[in-house]
């Protein structure tokens, strides 16, 4: 109880802190609207850690701004986006709608932009946003290739790497030809989720830099015949496949089944989009403590995920407030604490005063070598061509 | 009378016409609009093969050692329903994790032979029967389920035939029983388990939690590939494209079966003259093998699933060939039950709700069966739900309820609709037999001494329908308790079920906890189960005609 008022008390600063630098009407007017206003956040709600912190936060918009919110929790994000879809289909264009903020990224953001389902942009009027890295950190203003406009807050950042087992190698392979020896000197103790797995595509989107000829290419969009261009990724998986889990023959659904694959001693790694999942998993004690994340050479994709606000949500103003709430530095901070959920902030620290840093002071995750995601209509192009190579 | 009977029929075709024809159509409609012109981009000829195998091969092991079994145990089935029972109630998830923990290369049972018996040091390479590449995991796991369903139902339609009259003709003839069941008894009963047979068809071309547990996970089943597609932002016009060929393989997969079917009663025409055939001496007891190992190695792996959920296995490696690490504790526990708790009594008030009203509308179609004749179309109006893929017609379903309105401010209402499109023709399959096999003669006589319809329907039909209606409801308990996607969208997931809760929670989580929501999502249903088969106990005591079966 005396660790929520405190919490509060910060937050309540921090607010304070921020509004001295932005314009006030605006904003107030949204505050006064949202008082009273409930909220439907559809978030995945498949880690207890991140149920917490949004049962945290809860909390605190209740006190602090009278904002009423739920966690929605969903298995898959895509479920929310085909609520919206089907209200939008049923003429719950403007009002009426059931989902007021979606935790979402990539090609959920664009599916909902592309179809014009997001309202107007509200990004700019969040006073903590002018806290964030907006003006150079690419994978805030881009979301997979795709321009974010204000219609989503970015709320942290996701890095791709594979975490090893420390107690048993004393430096895990950092390009793709390590691995690939690695891989043979320790036959099935390597597995990769198969592809549509977000996970599994990343992994070959990051093979797929290393590999071809002008990895450039994959900035630009997928035309015809770029399937050939892939011809040397291909190639490279079907010498690592035999050394794979189970020869290749099965591959893991999703990147949370490695944890316990490796828990129960099959593999030796895991592949994560979650850089402070190294700490994280380790403060939560979901992992033992001789994890380590790999570094690669080539550098890591990186890319952000959001609070996007459905445009027939009748709730706006709530939404807004509770994105907002987010994005504070108690917010934020809090959200890297390895030990609640070590999640890595998108505030820009040198923006916050030295009161603010503090509170970040010990939760830095060091970020790899940022590499953007390739531009997105080469997922299918992958996926398709992974599924006809391996799975026929 | 007339008047009245006909205002029945014509209220039972609006009520089934508006309750499931109409979000089917709709649904059926947005598929084949939204999806035909994606067809070609989602053919998967080695997907679709897939699916129909392991469709085919686990319907028809679970229905060979379901008459097998039935052979064997004629008049000890009581027993054999007393372990059915719990396998029945229990959701495929649970099984299939059970399973997995029992047969995986890193799983107990290895650890306990390694490497004194296998010669195994580290965990092998190359295992794969706990998630075969060809879905003989998978098959083996339905097959599991559906068995139980299969015993059942013979064991209700065995209620309504006269099978001590034949047993007597069969013997006199000197046919040994087992022999006599599998010539005289099979024909009469296979003919009457074709609908069901469609029904687990069809649920094994669709589903999707098994595959997702026991493999094949290289080249998955269709419909595992349509729900990860789903979930993984794939265009919906391809994802609706899915749905219509999931919906017609299904038709070529029925197809193929019925033509099984057919040769089946074809071969027993032309082999009148030589029935003692050495077939009939085998193949009950070959059945019976098969559904008795299969019964046995699930309630084995479910057995494991207490000892599973109290070794933490979080936060540490447990070293191979190692048993545990040495920490035994209730945390998995205390986690799972802080989420499951609070979701209970909306859990069971739309599980109730559901029951209810499906055994309503199943006895008024039935009560009207009796004056107009058997309509066949009606039931397979009811049967269509569970013939389609849920994931097409829901969607339009959905879109129903939002435009009228009630989604997603009238959660309990529109999820007991959702969940009765599923219930109800489960529910009316299991009491119609009963109900048409109700002996006629019964209503003359009671009419003779000078009973109404009303009182004769509660003081003579009802308790000799009691066994199969306490049945249905707990059935009907368990069905919707299961259902997943219906209730999302009946409620766009603001309503929490246990299995919804479970579900959001079982990804990431170690074997401990999947272990106790295993064991907390069969606990309930099963509880059911037991509650009913106390309860027609109870009831059949007093009645000396109704013990037994």
């Known amino acids: 109880m005396r660790f929520l008022s405190l919490g509060a008390a910060i937050t309540a600063l921090s607010s304070i802190v921020s509004a001295e630098n932005t314009d006030n009407t605006v904003w107030d007017r949204v505050l006064l609207e949202a008082h009273g206003q409930t909220v439907y956040w559809n978030a995945w709600g498949g880690d207890d850690n991140i149920n917490d912190y949004i049962e945290w936060a809860r909390v605190?918009?209740?006190?602090?701004?009278?904002v009423k919110l739920h966690h929605v929790k969903l298995i898959d994000t895509a479920a929310a986006i085909q609520v919206v879809e089907m209200e939008f289909a049923a003429g719950k264009r403007e009002d009426g709608g059931s989902v007021d903020m979606i935790w979402i990224n990539g090609?959920?953001?664009?599916?909902?932009k592309r179809q014009d389902m997001l309202g107007q942009p509200f990004v700019e009027d969040l006073p903590n946003y002018s806290l964030t890295d907006f003006e150079s950190n690419l994978s805030i203003q881009q979301d997979f290739s795709e321009k974010t406009e204000g219609l989503e807050s970015p709320w942290g950042l996701a890095q791709f790497t594979i975490l090893f087992d420390t107690a048993r190698f004393e430096k895990f392979p950092t390009t793709a030809l390590e691995l690939l020896s690695w891989a043979e000197s320790n036959p099935g103790r390597f597995a990769y989720p198969s592809p549509p797995n977000f996970v599994g595509t990343t992994f070959i989107k990051q093979l797929a830099l290393e590999t071809m000829e002008d990895p450039s290419l994959l900035y630009?969009?997928?035309?015809?015949?770029?399937?050939?261009?892939?011809?040397?990724?291909?190639?490279?998986?079907e010498q690592l496949h035999p050394y794979l889990w189970r020869q290749g023959q099965a591959f893991p659904d999703s990147h949370i089944n490695l944890r316990d694959?490796?828990?129960?001693?099959?593999?030796?790694v895991i592949l994560t989009f979650n850089p402070g999942d190294a700490a994280a998993l380790v403060a939560q004690e979901i992992m033992p403590p001789s994890i380590a994340p790999a570094t690669f050479k080539l550098g890591h994709i990186t890319n952000t995920h959001f609070l996007a606000l459905p445009g027939n949500s009748e709730s706006r103003a709530g939404a807004m407030v509770v994105a907002n709430f987010l994005l504070s530095p108690a917010a934020q901070a809090r959200k890297a604490d390895p030990s609640i959920w070590g999640d890595t902030t998108v505030l820009d620290l040198s923006k916050l005063d030295a009161l603010d840093r503090n509170l970040f002071q010990t939760y830095t995750t060091a970020l790899g070598d940022a590499v953007l995601e390739p531009h997105a209509s080469w997922v299918p192009v992958l996926e398709a061509g992974w599924k006809s190579k391996f799975s026929q | 009378m007339d008047t009245l009977a006909r205002t029945a029929v014509i209220a039972a075709l609006l009520i089934v016409g508006f309750v499931i024809g109409f979000p089917l159509l709709l649904g059926l409609w947005q598929s084949l609009y939204g999806g035909l012109p994606y067809l070609s981009n989602v053919f998967d000829s080695a997907g679709l093969f897939k699916s129909a195998f392991t469709a085919l091969m686990s319907s028809a092991l679970a229905l060979f050692s379901a008459v097998g079994l039935a052979a064997i145990f004629q008049g000890k089935q009581r027993a054999l329903t007393w372990i059915s029972l719990p396998l029945l109630a229990i959701p495929h998830a649970a099984i299939a994790q059970a399973i997995s923990l029992l047969f995986g290369p890193s799983s107990f049972t290895i650890r306990l032979l390694s490497p004194w018996a296998t010669g195994y040091t580290s965990t092998p390479n190359n295992w794969l029967w706990d998630q075969h590449p060809d879905g003989w995991t998978l098959i083996i796991v339905l097959a599991m389920k559906e068995l139980p369903f299969f015993l059942i139902l013979i064991y209700n339609l065995s209620s309504s035939l006269p099978l001590s009259a034949w047993q007597r003709g069969s013997t006199s003839l000197g046919y040994s029983r087992v022999t006599g069941w599998w010539h005289i008894v099979l024909p009469v009963i296979l003919r009457r388990l074709w609908l069901p047979l469609c029904l687990v068809i069809i649920f094994c071309l669709s589903v999707v939690d098994v595959p997702a547990l026991v493999g094949p996970n290289l080249t998955k089943t269709f419909a595992h590939q349509m729900y990860q597609n789903w979930i993984n932002d794939t265009p919906q016009g391809e994802v609706l494209a899915s749905g219509v060929l999931l919906l017609g393989l299904s038709i070529i997969t029925i197809a193929i079966s019925a033509a099984?079917?057919?040769l089946y009663y074809l071969y027993l025409r032309f082999k009148r003259h030589f029935v003692r055939g050495l077939p009939a001496l085998i193949l009950p007891w070959l059945g019976a093998s098969l559904g008795l190992l299969l019964m046995g190695t699930a309630l084995v792996s479910l057995a494991l699933l207490p000892v599973q959920s109290v070794l933490e296995t979080s936060g540490h490696r447990v070293p191979?060939?190692?048993?545990?690490?040495?920490?035994i504790g209730l945390n998995g526990w205390m986690e799972a039950l802080k989420v499951g708790i609070p979701t209970?009594?909306?859990?069971?008030?739309?599980?109730a709700l559901t029951s209810s009203i499906s055994l309503l509308i199943a006895l008024w179609l039935l009560v009207l069966e009796k004056s107009y004749g058997h309509q066949r179309w009606l039931e397979t109006v009811l049967m269509i739900p569970l013939l389609v893929p849920q994931m097409a017609f829901l969607a339009g379903g959905a879109f129903l309820g939002i435009r009228l309105g009630l989604i997603p401010n009238h959660g309990i209402l529109m999820a007991t609709w959702f969940h009765l499109l599923f219930v109800l023709p489960y529910i009316f399959l299991i009491i119609a037999p009963t109900y048409r096999g109700i002996d006629l003669s019964f209503r003359r006589t009671a009419t003779a001494l000078g009973h109404n319809w009303w009182s004769i329907f509660f003081r003579v039909e009802l308790p000799i329908l009691f066994r199969p209606l306490v049945f249905a409801f707990a059935w009907g308990l368990a069905v919707s308790m299961a259902l997943y996607l219906p209730t999302f969208f009946a409620t766009s997931g603001r309503l929490e079920t246990l299995l919804t809760a479970g579900l959001t929670q079982l990804a990431g989580k170690g074997d401990n906890i999947r272990a106790v929501w295993g064991l907390m999502l069969l606990m309930l249903p099963v509880f059911c189960f037991l509650a009913a088969y106390g309860l027609a106990s109870w009831q059949a005591s007093g009645r000396k005609g109704l013990r037994g079966g």
């Open chain 1, 60 to 66: 605190q918009v209740a006190e602090i701004y009278g």
């Open chain 1, 107 to 112: 090609e959920n953001f664009a599916r909902l």
């Open chain 1, 220 to 237: 630009s969009p997928a035309v015809e015949n770029s399937a050939i261009l892939l011809e040397p990724l291909w190639s490279y998986l």
């Open chain 1, 261 to 268: 694959l490796f828990n129960r001693d099959e593999i030796d």
């Open chain 2, 260 to 262: 099984i079917f057919k």
């Open chain 2, 320 to 327: 191979f060939p190692q048993i545990w690490m040495g920490k």
């Open chain 2, 344 to 351: 209970l009594p909306t859990t069971l008030l739309i599980g």
